[in-house]
């Protein structure tokens, strides 16, 4: 980078994001003890395995501030057809695990695409609803808005992940209403979603889905099955009270109670083990990291960044909310991983990537200092 660019890069949004991936490689410790040990410098590890993927991901950051955001408007018709495509292999040959076919192998790292289509979508409605500015009040922009959104939303729901389908839908909403589409338009269309509810979830919604809301609103029918780890994590994060039992000392995650305990169940391992202050101190860091992001989205001077902005904001907020309202249950029980701080590479590498857009865009469109 040359003076100009490293002055202007946003050290506040690169350091949130690692002190989060610090806090959960302590939380991936923990949570992996009993089944790994003690840490050791093997890629087998999971906390060693997340370093790795954050040092990627922060790379990959770094690189792509350098680069014009503009430039990922002039292929976003290809990530498109790129993201689909994968979508469907994934759905069609994808590894099956927990009830659903979610994932695809490349080499011995798991990947998820619908995370990686997620940003893909966010970058595709950017350029979309930038380049029809003047035809915003349009219903047919406004339908294949939604259009453009509903292929990959179908593909994450038939494998069934109705958390990614969730996302990809508040994803669209939230832009489409910063844009500045037509307010009759977005209320008719969520007046017609209201209405069609019961019969979609009778027509679409797989028995797999269907046990998972059951569970979520009456998880002792199944105390010993499937609604087993729901009582668990409330047991878990109730248990930690306001200082919590200690890392490493939380008994429920230590005695393999939890499961899943690093990847969607990470908040309850934090809540046992650091209590609510813990939970304080993760929720100021993500305030921080989200209000920097909303700082870049104010200061793009045009609409395609802004756009883009936006939607990387809502994407780490509804995966937050999404989760932590799962171990808290209030939603029910969804794959989505708690950004920065769940294990996994293909989360961690896409949501350092979303930062290296909000870096290039800050980088090239900066109006004040603040």
Do not use: C
Not at 129 to 141: F, G, M
Not at 191 to 212: K, M, T
Not at 235 to 263: F, P, V
């Amino acid at each position: 980078m040359n003076a100009r660019a490293v002055r202007d890069f946003d050290f506040i949004l690169l350091l949130s994001s690692a002190a989060l991936v610090a806090f959960g490689a302590l939380l991936i410790y923990s949570g992996s003890l009993t089944t790994y040990g003690e840490l050791t410098a093997s890629l087998s590890h999971p906390v060693v395995r997340q370093v790795a993927f954050a040092g990627v991901g922060i790379a990959l950051s770094i690189a792509l501030a350098r680069l014009d955001y503009r430039a990922l408007g002039a292929i976003s018709t290809g990530l498109y057809v790129a993201a689909v495509v994968v979508l469907l292999f994934v759905l069609a040959v994808g590894e099956s695990a927990y009830g659903s076919r979610r994932w695809m192998m490349l080499g011995d790292v798991q990947v998820q695409p619908s995370e990686v289509a997620k940003l893909v979508v966010i970058i595709v409605l950017a350029k979309y609803l930038a380049d029809r500015q003047e035809r915003l009040h349009d219903p047919r922009v406004f339908l294949t808005s939604l259009g453009l959104v509903a292929v990959p939303t179908a593909l994450v729901f038939a494998q069934p992940d109705l958390g990614s389908a969730v996302i990809f839908v508040a994803i669209w909403l939230s832009m489409v209403v910063i844009a500045g589409v037509r307010p009759a338009h977005v209320l008719g269309l969520l007046g017609a979603g209201l209405v069609s509810v019961p019969f979609a979830f009778l027509a679409f919604v797989s028995d797999y889905q269907r046990e998972r809301i059951a569970l979520w609103l009456d998880p002792a029918s199944d105390s010993l099955g499937s609604g087993f780890n729901i009582l668990q994590a409330e047991i878990s994060i109730g248990s930690g009270g306001i200082l919590g039992k200690g890392l490493t000392q939380g008994s429920q995650t230590q005695l393999d109670y939890l499961r899943t305990q690093t990847t969607d169940y990470v908040f309850s391992v934090l809540g046992e083990e650091l209590g609510l202050v813990g939970a304080l101190v993760l929720f100021g860091l993500f305030i921080i990291l989200l209000f920097r992001g909303m700082r870049v989205a104010s200061l793009s001077q045009d609409v395609f960044g802004r756009l883009m902005a936006t939607g990387i904001v809502i994407f780490i907020v509804l995966q937050a909310f999404i989760n932590i309202g799962m171990n808290l249950q209030v939603v029910p029980v969804t794959g989505i991983p708690l950004p920065f701080i769940s294990q996994g590479g293909s989360s961690l590498i896409t949501l350092f990537i979303a930062l290296g857009i909000l870096q290039s865009i800050l980088v090239r469109h900066r109006r004040f200092m603040f």
